[in-house]
Structures are given as C-alpha cells and as structure tokens.
C-alpha cells in the first residue's frame, strides 16, 4: 500500500508513503531540461522543465515513482492492482506507457490545468519497460498548489476525478474512496457531546482526550488509511516555516506508517514503508526518510545543474543516524 497527501502553508507540499515487502533499488533522481525520452510510441520526447523524484534508474532512464518539477506541479503513481487497465496505443492519441507517464507529465506541464488539457489526448499503453520487470499497476495523484487531480486508467477508460481532499491511497477507485468519508464525517478534533439526550440523559462523560475521533479506523487497509490520512490532514495545524511544515508533513504521513510485522503480505514477508517524502514543490526540495532512517534527508534541485547532460543521481541514506548527547 501507498499514501500520498499535498500540505499548503507558506509554500506547497506533496509527498507519499512507499509500502512494499521490498524494494527496487530507488534513488533520488533529477532529470534535467533537455532530458531525451525515446518514447515507445512516437517520436522522441525532450523535457522542458527539469525534474526531482525517487526513481529506479535502469541504464539512463528514470522511472519514478513521483517527482515534483521546478514549477511547482507534483505527481505519484500508487498501485491500483485489479482495476488499472492499460490499452494498446490509439490512433489520433498521445499514447505513453505507464513507466513514461510522470516525466511526460512533469517535464512539460507547469500546473494541473495544462496537465488536465494534456490528459485529453492521454492514451496508457500496457507495454513493459523490459520483459524482467512486470507492467505496474497504477494510479496517479496529480497537484499543484491550487488543486490536485488523480488519475485512473480503467477499463471503461481514462478518468480524471477532482481531489479535494488531496489524498491518494490503493483500492478500491477514487470516487469510492471519496465517498467512503461520508461515513466519518461526524469524527472531530473536539470532546464529543453527550447526544444521548432527552428527558432522561444518560450521565455519560468524556473521560478520555481524543473522543472527539473514536471510530477513525486504525488499521492498515486502504481505505481506512485514506479516512486516517484525510482526517489527519485536514484538521492539521502547523506554522508555516520551512522546518514547521516539513516536520508536520511527517507526521502527517507518520499517521499511516506501517510497521514490520504488521502485514503479512506472504508467508514471512511483510509490507512495510520503504520510505517517506516530503517535497516543498514551491522550492524544488525532496526530503526523505527510510524505515531504517528516521533522520530527514534532503536534495535541493535548485543546487544542481538543471541543464545538465545526464541524470544527477543520490542513492538513499540508510541505516538510523543517532544523536548522542553524551
Ligand atoms: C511497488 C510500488 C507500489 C507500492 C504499493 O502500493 N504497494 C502495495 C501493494 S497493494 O496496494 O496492496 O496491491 C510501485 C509504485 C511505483 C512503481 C514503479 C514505477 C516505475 C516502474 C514501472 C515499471 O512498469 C515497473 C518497475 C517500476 C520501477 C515500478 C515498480 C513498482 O511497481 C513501484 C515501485
């Protein structure tokens, strides 16, 4: 399972879980402008706007997993196993496989409106990058700082939903998901009242903090991490510096953490979060953590050449880093 959530305060923020019994070797990587995709269905593409994300880098190719652009629009891809659905290419279409979709996307669109019209002619192909490495499914939150969007390719077709919520988990499709809040929307940061009313009133009492909430679902699924997840994030108050709101993007997120041993997804093997981001969209910084590193990481985009020739590549810091105070 992943999340994925957007933050505003001073700048904007988006960042996502990575759930997985394992992992496939991501670094953080920047494309820069003038990046050439070969593309597998027409002519060769070269990006406008530089990019920064995790991506696994197979020869010199990305294939991230999300990225923001040095405009300030953010994209991640999700798993969506079962209902994504990916077509042969389409005559008079923009056909791009799957593992294509984000640089096409980041490298040549500065908000969700251009990308929105963009979308229009988008046709998902369900070709693999190489024949070792099975097609993903997936789905895509796309945001900038005025909306977000998520992406579902299905088998009825393309679909583009509004998120006003501005989260993304797994299954079941967005607009169920969405929907699915309906159910919760009574949960409250506030002591509850007593409703157990009438002429005879129940002597009932809050004899706990945190009562406004009971009922928020605390397991791992994804449809009760999108509930946790979106109540967290809207009733989340931070300032708004760069350190404040970086270090409640991670606790947002830190609200659907799993950890090892929590869900087995086979015999002895267990879903845990790879890693987290944080990226300040605004400012072109990706911050991370791993399950074995609690410590923030991060690359500036901005310190780099963004007209570099090649990809500019940081594999991830791993393994805890302890203060010791004494
Ligand atoms: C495993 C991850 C989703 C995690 C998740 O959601 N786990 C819950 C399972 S579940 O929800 O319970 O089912 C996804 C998210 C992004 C993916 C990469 C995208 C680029 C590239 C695309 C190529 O085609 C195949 C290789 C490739 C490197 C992909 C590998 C893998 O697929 C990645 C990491």
């Known amino acids: ?14 960042g996502r879980t990575l759930d997985y019994e394992c992992s496939y070797g991501e670094e953080v990587t920047i494309t820069p402008r003038g990046y050439t995709f070969m593309m597998r269905h027409g002519k060769p593409y070269q990006t406008k706007y530089a990019l920064i994300g995790m991506a696994h880098v ?21 798993n969506f196993v079962g209902n994504a659905f990916y077509t042969e290419p389409a005559e008079g279409k923009d056909n791009v496989a799957q593992f294509e979709l984000i640089p096409w996307i980041l490298g040549q ?19 693999s990058f190489h024949e070792s490495m099975p097609v993903s499914s997936l789905h895509w939150i796309i945001a900038d700082q005025d909306e977000a969007i998520t992406l579902e390719s299905v088998r009825e077709g393309i679909k583009i939903y509004d998120n006003p919520v501005g989260v ?8 169920r998901q969405l929907a699915g809040l309906n159910r919760y929307m009574g949960l409250s940061a506030k002591q509850p009242k007593n409703t157990f009313g009438g002429a005879n009133e129940l002597p009932l009492q809050a004899y706990s903090r945190g009562m406004g909430a009971l009922g928020l679902p605390g397991d791992l699924s994804s449809e009760s991490r999108f509930v946790r997840v979106s109540f967290v994030k809207m009733n989340s108050l931070s300032g708004d510096s ?11 997120l830190g609200s659907v953490d799993q950890q090892r ?12 979060t790879i890693y987290t981001s944080c990226c300040n969209a605004s400012k072109g910084i990706y911050y991370y953590t791993t399950y074995e590193n609690h410590q923030i ?18 594999p991830l810091v791993c393994g805890e880093q302890i203060r010791w105070q004494n």
Request: one cysteine or more; charged letters at 25%.
């Open 109 to 127: 669109c500065t908000s969700v409106k251009e990308a929105r019209v963009l979308l229009e002619r988008i046709c998902i192909t369900n070709i």
């Open 58 to 78: 197979a020869g010199e190719y990305p294939l991230y997993y999300d990225a923001i652009n040095e405009k300030g629009l953010g994209m991640a891809g999700l």
């Open 1 to 14: 399972m992943c999340t994925a959530a957007t933050y505003k305060t001073k700048d904007f923020y988006m």
């Open 261 to 272: 041993g929590c869900c087995e997804v086979k015999e002895g093997a267990y879903e845990i």
């Open 297 to 314: 990481t991060a690359v500036d985009m901005n310190k780099e050449d963004l007209n570099a020739k090649k990809l500019i590549r940081f």
């Open 242 to 252: 760069e350190s404040e709101s970086v270090s409640q993007f991670f606790h947002i």
């Open 168 to 175: 993304l988990t797994n299954n079941p499709p967005f607009d």
